[in-house]
């Protein structure tokens, strides 16, 4: 190429490849098609892909819920124990402690050296935060008398793998993930396995119930959103992507009497279901696929599975991005992260990746840089070539090459946006919520306005009656970190006939955070009342 043909050529070829992550608005409205077409398959057949699980949970808190629950929560690395004092007026306190699960024991012989740590831990953080609680109970203990029922702690587990829920506190491991490995706990009730070692230590807790993140995210929002309609969505966009929404019970279908533990409110004619979205059209119908969604997928865990997840969550985005940048490296001549050297008529290039550039690895590059990229507007791009640098081992970068990178990434975070705007259509469209802006509200209405609460909100702009806000709770780093993400979500919403812009408008996003904390609490308190 000569000088200008060389920078053409790259611009070029950055519009070639960010073309490839189009995702239009015919291409939304078929994806919302196939959404609802799933949703409601997968509500009266199991094995779907969208396997839409029946949580037990049939109301969401209008923010007057009040009293003391503990929650715990069981993720990857960590074990989380916390206290929530529900204060009735839509806020809360919480108190915590987290410790790192010991390597040895993801991997224990059997379940019980898990389950006594974990155990051992809810004992420590009783001594710690509820001391009086804990002796008078254990004073109680000795002289012989029952705990009163004031005395026990309902507990929300929040348990972060695979698991066949039952009944509200009750869940069969499925498979273990994330490094753990343990035979014996498979195919058990885990949270029976956690009360064996919380009785044998006498604690006054009780497991209440079994928590999904989502559905703790959705509660979570519920309890602390201002309007009188309780949340209808709570979505995950994080490492993965998920969501929980309100049903109409007698939907439902696949609860049928011979898996139907019964022990559950049906008064409200609702219920929590949890969607696995993660797996929405794994048969790729309407999904969008570029040659760096089938490497990646390829190259995973689990080929054909989880695709929609990896095409929008932070587990992924960094990859796709990874791979277009090594498929323009592929054309030597392309002047793309190149020095170039000319010795009489002869132009040379060197690569100004390091070796040891992570640029080179699968999994080298991480979600975040989307988000810095979409953050650096230019001309100079210095942010965007620091962190290149810095972080990917590559010197040097010209403005050119900054912005063709900012330009891909863009559309892959572009395209991540749109599609999660598909799943927020088909649940807002497929629920009726625009249509009757009341169902589903909470049945108790709150009173007076309610307190600001540190939770960032939007909604579309325009004075919209408070009973016509569909609200919806988000929480993950991509949603809250990446630059335009609700932006692209709304212009999506707006493309789709049925929501438009005044339904757009109607929609209220706000994060939630810390679902595996007062969410699990407020799933325990509803627990609790049909216990
Ligand atoms: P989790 O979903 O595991 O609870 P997070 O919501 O923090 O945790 O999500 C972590 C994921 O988000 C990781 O995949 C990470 O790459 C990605 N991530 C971290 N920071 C950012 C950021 N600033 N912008 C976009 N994605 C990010």
């Excluded at 012989?109 to 809810?122: C, G, P, R, V, Y």
């Excluded at 929980?244 to 279908?253: F, G, H, P, S």
């Excluded at 988000?371 to 972080?391: F, V």
Aim: charged share 25%.
């Amino acid at each position: 190429y000569k000088e200008h043909d060389r920078s053409m050529a790259l611009v070029e070829q950055a519009k070639r490849v960010s073309n490839e992550f189009d995702f239009d608005a015919d291409h939304v409205r078929k994806a919302v098609k196939e959404f609802i077409r799933e949703m409601d398959e997968g509500l009266h057949t199991t094995g779907t892909e969208l396997s839409q699980i029946p949580t037990y949970v049939t109301a969401v808190p209008n923010g007057t819920e009040k009293g003391l629950y503990m929650a715990v929560d069981l993720g990857g690395t960590n074990f989380r124990v916390c206290s929530i004092q529900l204060h009735g007026n839509t806020t809360f306190s919480l108190t915590q402690s987290k410790v790192a699960i010991p390597r040895e024991l993801m991997v224990a012989k059997t379940s019980t050296e898990l389950f006594s740590f974990l155990a051992k831990q809810i004992e420590a953080f009783l001594k710690a935060h509820h001391e009086d609680h804990y002796f008078s109970h254990i004073k109680r203990r000795e002289t012989g008398d029952k705990a009163t029922e004031e005395e026990i702690f309902n507990l929300g587990f929040t348990f972060s793998f695979p698991v066949q829920q039952i009944g509200i506190n009750k869940g069969l491991l499925m498979r273990w993930t994330k490094g753990f490995d343990i035979d014996d706990a498979v195919g058990k009730d885990v949270c029976a396995l956690l009360q064996t070692e919380i009785d044998a230590l006498h604690l006054p807790v009780r497991v209440a119930a079994l928590v999904n993140d989502t559905v703790g995210t959705l509660m979570a929002r519920s309890y602390t959103s201002p309007g009188k309609t309780g949340t209808l969505l709570g979505a995950i966009f994080g490492t993965g992507t998920n969501g929980a929404y309100v049903e109409k019970l007698d939907k439902v279908t696949k609860l049928t009497s011979s898996n139907d533990s019964g022990a559950y409110d049906k008064s409200t004619g609702e219920m929590i279901v949890n969607t696995e979205w993660g797996s929405f059209d794994n048969a790729l119908r309407t999904l969008p696929n570029t040659p760096y969604d089938t490497e990646l997928d390829a190259k995973s865990v689990n080929p054909g599975i989880q695709m929609f997840e990896k095409r929008i969550s932070g587990m992924f985005l960094g990859e796709i991005l990874r791979l277009a940048i090594v498929g323009l490296l592929k054309d030597p001549k392309l002047p793309f992260l190149r020095d170039e050297h000319s010795a009489q008529n002869d132009v040379h290039s060197t690569t100004q990746i390091h070796d040891d550039s992570p640029i080179y690895n699968q999994w080298g590059v991480d979600t975040s840089f989307l988000s810095i990229c979409a953050g650096d507007h230019g001309p100079s791009y210095q942010i965007i070539k620091q962190t290149l640098d810095r972080d990917y081992g590559v010197s040097a970068v010209s403005a050119e090459d900054a912005e063709a990178i900012r330009e891909i990434a863009g559309a892959i975070g572009k395209r991540a946006a749109r599609l999660a705007a598909v799943a927020i259509a088909g649940i807002v469209i497929n629920t009726g919520r625009l249509n009757s802006p009341t169902a589903g509200a909470t049945t108790e209405q709150k009173e007076g306005i309610a307190p600001p609460r540190g939770t960032v909100e939007s909604s579309g702009k325009g004075d919209i009656p408070e009973e016509d806000i569909i609200d919806i709770g988000v929480d993950g780093s991509l949603v809250e970190f990446y630059p335009g993400f609700e932006d692209h979500v709304r212009q999506a919403l707006r493309e789709v006939e049925e929501i438009g812009e005044t339904g757009e408008k109607r929609i209220r996003i706000g994060i939630a955070k810390d679902g595996s904390g007062v969410g699990a609490a407020l799933i325990a308190l509803v627990a609790g009342r049909v216990a």
